[in-house]
């Protein structure tokens, strides 16, 4: 009888712990076949940016053509050295992005979303999603630059991303005002675009000289596009690969 009971009160505690754990909101890692979209996701409104092996969706940033150095390998888009940064030929201001990425060790890039093509530099433009290789380079030092964080503006969160040369998952949340940063199924960072606090996090406070202006201020238009491009950067050493890039424009 004791042995029953405990049994019975041992399947009531782990019903109960795992009925506590919530679901989470974010996308989940593809289980289907890579570059590829269900049934499901086309009737919501998905399409891809990469499929396995065609790079038009895609083109240098201030160029008509794409760069030879971003290629499509084994089902991947990937390049390997320094390059031009990228963008899509279309442009977007409300959607959903989801896509997996990878680096090495020292790996640094970044996605920017609602960039324009007026300065030399995409992130002269538009705020950016850090893509980083979290142990080796000098972003992460710091959490305000380091993965998954908004540059600059706010932080990342420790111990979500995974180990150099593992896949990870990021997804882009942009309706209006509102931005969410996810990695690997965790909220990272969330936030109003155009908002008092943004603006005093971007041009500083001329009350407190401990609340600088950000690099990114003296760029009048910095920011301030209510639709653009997608860009990934491109113009730091090393590979950089990714695939499942899929959006969705939110209406």
């Given at each position: 009888m004791t042995r029953r009971l405990l049994s019975l009160a041992a399947l009531v505690m782990f019903t109960g712990c795992?009925?506590?754990?919530?679901?989470?909101?974010?996308?989940?890692?593809?289980?289907?076949?890579?570059?590829?979209?269900s049934d499901a996701e086309k009737k919501a409104g998905w399409?891809?940016?990469?499929?396995?092996?065609?790079?038009?969706?895609?083109?240098?940033?201030?160029?008509?053509d794409l760069p030879p150095e971003?290629?499509?390998v084994n089902?991947?888009?990937?390049?390997?050295k320094t390059t031009n940064d990228i963008v899509t030929r279309e442009q977007y201001g409300d959607f959903e992005l989801t896509l997996d990425w990878?680096?090495?060790?020292?790996?640094?890039?970044?996605?920017?979303?609602?960039?324009?093509?007026?300065?030399t530099k995409v992130y002269w433009s538009a705020p950016e999603y850090?893509?980083?290789?979290?142990s080796l380079t000098p972003d992460s030092r710091n959490i305000m630059t380091s993965v998954a964080a908004v540059y600059g503006f706010y932080p990342s969160k420790r111990g979500v991303v995974h180990r150099a040369g593992e896949w990870n998952t990021t997804r882009i949340v942009?309706?209006?005002p509102h931005v969410e940063h996810w990695l690997?199924?965790?909220?990272?960072?969330?936030?109003?675009?155009?908002?008092?606090?943004?603006?005093?996090?971007?041009?500083?406070?001329?009350?407190?000289?401990?609340?600088k202006p950000l690099k990114f201020a003296p760029y009048a238009d910095w920011g301030l596009a209510k639709k653009g491009f997608l860009a990934i950067q491109g113009d730091h050493n090393g590979e950089l690969s990714m695939r499942n890039i899929k959006i969705r424009e939110l209406k």
């Open positions: 795992a009925a506590s754990v919530k679901p989470s909101t974010a996308t989940a890692p593809a289980t289907a076949a890579a570059n590829t979209l399409t891809l940016l990469f499929d396995g092996t065609s790079l038009a969706a895609w083109r240098g940033y201030q160029q008509a971003w290629m499509a089902g991947t888009m990937t390049k390997v990878k680096l090495p060790l020292r790996g640094n890039s970044g996605i920017f979303y609602r960039a324009t093509e007026k300065e850090q893509l980083a290789e979290d942009a309706k209006g690997n199924g965790q909220l990272i960072a969330q936030y109003e675009m155009w908002s008092p606090e943004w603006l005093l996090k971007l041009r500083g406070d001329p009350n407190d000289p401990t609340k």
